[in-house]
Structures are given as structure tokens and as C-alpha cells.
Nanobody
Framework: QVQLVESGGGLVQPGGSLRLSCVAS????????MGWYRQAPGKQRELVAR???????IYADSVKGRFTISRDKAKNTVYLEMNNLKPEDTAVYYC????????????WGKGTLVTVSS
């Protein structure tokens, strides 16, 4: 079973930047699309960015132009570079494998909290 460990969250002012990392155990990492999801208080978890095995990124409209997803297969790691952060980006961020439907593949990790506030 794949285990996922997210890190890099924190408190940042509006307009600031953060870089999240997710290390995945297991041999299936390199073959699957990976993605970043987020869950804001009182809201459902949503997929904000995904990257295919071949490195093609896809973004939700809410983060397009501000977030960049990347992956390092040698390190079994996926990253999310977040720029021009807004208060509405405040959420717990999780990584996971992503099916073609957008649903997740593996058990969830603990996530990493991003708080955007002045």
C-alpha cells in the first residue's frame, strides 16, 4: 500500500508563496498520475492540480496561473509551488494518486495546513 507524507505548509500573507512536498512510498508512484487536493473548513475536498506520468499538468481554474505542480520520479516526490496566495487558498492540502475520473487512488495522508492571512 502506498503511504503519502505531505509537508511545507504554514502561515503566509496574501500575495505570498509556499512550496509543498509529498513523498510517496511504493513502486506504483511513477506509473500513475499524481495530484494535490485541498479541503477548506466546512467544504468538500477538491482536486486543484494533477500531473500525469508523462509530466503533463492540469489545473483547476481557481489556481491556474498561480500554482505549479511537478514531480521527481527518482525521489518519489510531487511538489506544488503556490504563488500569489489568497485567503481562499486556506485549506489542508493533500496529495494522492489520481484516477481518470479525478477520484483518489490511495489512503489519505495527514495533509499539510496552509493558512493565508494578514
Amino acid at each position: 500500500q502506498v503511504q503519502l507524507v505531505e509537508s511545507g505548509g504554514g502561515l503566509v500573507q496574501p500575495g505570498g508563496s509556499l512550496r509543498l512536498s509529498c513523498v510517496a512510498s511504493g513502486s506504483t508512484f511513477s506509473r500513475n498520475s499524481m495530484g494535490w487536493y485541498r479541503q477548506a473548513p466546512g467544504k468538500q475536498r477538491e482536486l486543484v492540480a494533477r500531473i500525469t506520468s508523462g509530466g503533463f499538468p492540469i489545473y483547476a481554474d481557481s489556481v491556474k496561473g498561480r500554482f505549479t505542480i511537478s514531480r521527481d520520479k527518482a525521489k518519489n516526490t510531487v511538489y506544488l509551488e503556490m504563488n500569489n496566495l489568497k485567503p481562499e487558498d486556506t485549506a489542508v492540502y493533500y496529495c494522492n494518486g489520481v484516477r481518470s475520473s479525478g477520484s483518489s487512488m490511495y489512503d489519505w495522508g495527514k495533509g499539510t495546513l496552509v493558512t493565508v492571512s494578514s
